[in-house]
T-cell receptor, first 113, second 115 residues
Framework: AQKVTQAQTEISVVEKEDVTLDCVYE???????LFWYKQPPSGELVFLIR??????QNEISGRYSWNFQKSTSSFNFTITASQVVDSAVYFC??????????FGKGTRLSVIA | DGGITQSPKYLFRKEGQNVTLSCEQN?????MYWYRQDPGQGLRLIYY???????QKGDIAEGYSVSREKKESFPLTVTSAQKNPTAFYLC??????????????FGQGTRLTVV
């Protein structure tokens, strides 16, 4: 069975601080795909990134960066110089490709001005 | 614009009633999904469909039913058998597994409340 664990339920930071959201996954498949989604107060999930199991390169997109480490089954997400607009619930998700996405329970990030 | 449309945004149901949540997509995606979100529970899969006229139960299908008569539409019925239906419901679509593994696109959700 596949499982995604986001141990941090809620995080609060002051604006301009860096923050890392943790994601640990479990799967027996050798090929799988990892995702991060953002859920703002409006409710819709917004796709942020997809990572394939065979590509361990870290990725940076503006203030966002992702650290994928197969050795520790982790796919962590860092926001640099956080802003109030980053306040949202963030979900990590996993699929092996032949099943729907399995989500973690999410981490609620509050960025305080 | 391409996307997924869920309606209504808010829905109130009396106990014992069936209600149907609408989900329409114009992304030409083959696969569609229904997830339920409760506070602190993340997203849990109710049903999914990879092709027209076929669908599979997810982790929490009891008390729900779906149909997939058209590629664009995947309505979810919350029946009176669902004992705790108050939740936020999210519909999503994607290319089916084995065809590129794109991300799933989500609608804006329907918040269902039992009164």
């Amino acid at each position: 069975a596949q499982k995604v664990t986001q141990a941090q339920t809620e995080i609060s930071v002051v604006e301009k601080e860096d923050v890392t959201l943790d994601c640990v996954y479990e799967t027996r498949d050798t090929t799988y795909y990892l995702f991060w989604y953002k859920q703002p107060p409006s409710g819709e999930l917004v796709f942020l990134i997809r990572r394939n199991s065979f590509d361990e390169q870290n990725e940076i997109s503006g203030r966002y960066s992702w650290n994928f480490q197969k050795s520790t089954s982790s796919f962590n997400f860092t926001i640099t110089a956080s802003q109030v607009v980053d306040s949202a619930v963030y979900f990590c998700a996993l699929t092996s490709g032949n099943t729907p996405l399995v989500f973690g329970k999410g981490t609620r990030l509050s960025v305080i001005a | 614009d391409g996307g997924i449309t869920q309606s209504p945004k808010y829905l109130f149901r009396k106990e014992g009633q069936n209600v149907t949540l609408s989900c329409e997509q114009n992304l030409n995606h083959d696969a569609m999904y229904w997830y339920r979100q409760d506070p602190g529970q993340g997203l849990r899969l109710i049903y999914y469909s990879q092709i027209v006229n076929d669908f599979q139960k997810g982790d929490i299908a009891e008390g729900y039913s779906v149909s997939r008569e058209k590629k664009e539409s995947f309505p979810l019925t919350v029946t009176s058998a669902q004992k705790n239906p108050t939740a936020f419901y999210l519909c999503a679509s994607s290319y089916p597994q084995g065809r590129g593994h794109t991300e799933a696109f989500f609608g804006q959700g329907t918040r269902l409340t039992v009164v």
